[in-house]
Structures are given as C-alpha cells and as structure tokens.
C-alpha cells in the first residue's frame, strides 16, 4: 500500500521541497501550508493540501481530519516543519513576541504531534521527524527566540522518543544549518512588528549587523545548501528500517556538534560571539 506523509509549512523551501521530493518517491503526501491561497496553489499541482495554521487549534485538528478521511484513518509519518524567526536581542524581544514564536514553532508542532500519536499507536508504527536546526545545537547571537523554540523542540522530542521506546513509533531530528529558503524574508514583518531597536541600548550593532543582514541580504550563505539536502535526509528518516535520532545536514551544523561534545562552554562562547 501507498505510505502517507502530512507535512506543514510547505509554502516554500524546505517544505515545499519534501512536498516534491517525497511524492517523487512514491509517497502520498499532505503538502498542508498555514494560508488557503498556498493549499489551493498546490492542489493545483496535484497534491492533498489541508490548510494547517500550528497558531489556530481548529486548523490544526481539521487539517489532520481531512488526512485521515482521505487515508482510512492511517498516517504513516509526520513532518513538523512550519516555522518562523523573531531576530532581534533577546533583551529587546518582548514577552508577547516569545509567546508569538513559540505558538507556531513549539505549542502547534505540540499539538499537532499528539494528535497523531494515537493514530501511529493504534496502527503499531509511524515516524515523526522534527525539522530542527543547528540553532538547536548551539546559539548565535541575534537569534535568542529561534533559538529557545529549537531548543524545546530538541528536549521535547528527545523526551517522546524515551517515551515511546517499544511502540513502534520513531521520534527523528533533522537538524539543518543554512539552507536556501524565505525563512529571513519572513521574518522581517515579524521583527518590524515586535523590536524597537530604535530606542534599543544595542542601537548601533542592529545599524551595523543585523539590519544589514536582515533587510539586504548578502547573497547565499557560505555553506548554504539547497532544500534538497533536507529531503535526502527526512526520505532516509522515513524509510529506513533503523533510523537514526538525528541527521545533520550542512558542514556547520556538523561542526556546531562536534564543537559542543570537546570543548567547554566558554570556549565556544568566544567562537560564536561573532558570528
């Protein structure tokens, strides 16, 4: 039988990406995306696309509705991939801006992940792959509130995967480091809405730093990679017969782990001081 896979976030890059990569494979896919315009556009090429906002509750439980109606009650994998950033210091992040962030990328991919698992408990298997990022691994000044979303993925699915040892169900992280998406793009919105960096104690290094960074770009990322390099991995984590915990995916992510197993805090503190 055809296996199932509901990815979020499929919009663009990483998501949209594993929408192509994995229904090339043979998969039937659930490419959902958080806004109708994007669903409609995708079901335009082919592909189930529920709409699932991880910020919207009735979303999240609809959109799993129509995959299970279209499947007999069955999902074979899930891949949590709808995110968003919030850059900016994380004295100048406001306690509704860190609520906003961690709505979509921890308490949605939350919500989302425990309804499936009683579907993957009651079929006797299922993965459930974590797309998280090598800012799960270590931190990088300007990025404080991504960071702690990551890092509560990481500690969350580490937990479930203790957890659900013996049910057949796998708990995976990817864990990306720079890859060709919008994911800067997008948060521009998000960072004019939340950092007034303008009367922010930190004035001059949002001038000379991140708002270049942010509003100009500065074309790929040294070790960047395309979206691709994330499908390879999520298609070894989905159909492997032992998938590992983790798949890294980039040279700096690769170097952030070894980084984090040899050497001691402090050192490490110098080296991504700059970064």
């Not at 499947?71 to 406001?94: I, Q």
């Not at 659900?164 to 992280?173: A, E, M, Y």
């Not at 509003?215 to 990322?221: K, L, V």
């Amino acid at each position: 039988m055809q296996k199932s896979i509901l990815i979020t976030g499929c919009s663009s890059g990483i998501g949209l990406d594993a929408a192509h990569g994995m229904r090339a494979r043979g998969w039937r896919v659930f490419a959902s995306c958080r806004q109708q315009r994007d669903c409609d556009r995708l079901r335009a090429q082919g592909f189930d696309s529920p709409r699932i906002d991880y910020t919207d509750a009735d979303s999240i439980r609809s959109g799993l509705a129509q995959v299970l109606d279209a499947t007999g009650g069955t999902l074979d994998a899930l891949f949590n991939n709808g995110a968003h950033g919030l850059p900016g210091a994380v004295e100048d992040v406001p306690t509704e801006g860190l609520r906003h962030i961690f709505e979509t990328n921890v308490f949605g991919w939350h919500e989302l992940t425990r309804q499936v698992i009683p579907v993957m408990r009651a079929q006797g298997h299922g993965r459930i792959v974590q797309n998280s990022s090598v800012l799960g691994l270590v931190a990088f000044p300007w990025r404080g509130a991504y960071v702690a979303t990551k890092y509560a993925v990481e500690g969350l699915s580490d937990t479930l995967r203790l957890e659900l040892r013996g049910t057949g169900i796998r708990v995976i992280l990817i864990e990306p480091g720079p890859i060709t998406s919008k994911l800067r793009e997008k948060a521009i919105p998000i960072f004019e809405r939340f950092i007034d960096w303008e009367n922010s104690a930190l004035r001059e290094k949002y001038e000379n730093t991140l708002l270049k960074r942010l509003y100009e770009g500065s074309g790929p990322d040294r070790f960047e990679l395309p979206a691709s390099a994330v499908t390879e991995k999520l298609a070894h984590a989905v159909e492997a017969r032992r998938p590992r915990s983790r798949y890294y995916v980039t040279t700096p992510t690769y170097i952030a782990g070894y980084l984090r197993r040899i050497l001691p805090t402090g050192a490490i503190d110098r080296i991504l001081s700059g970064v």
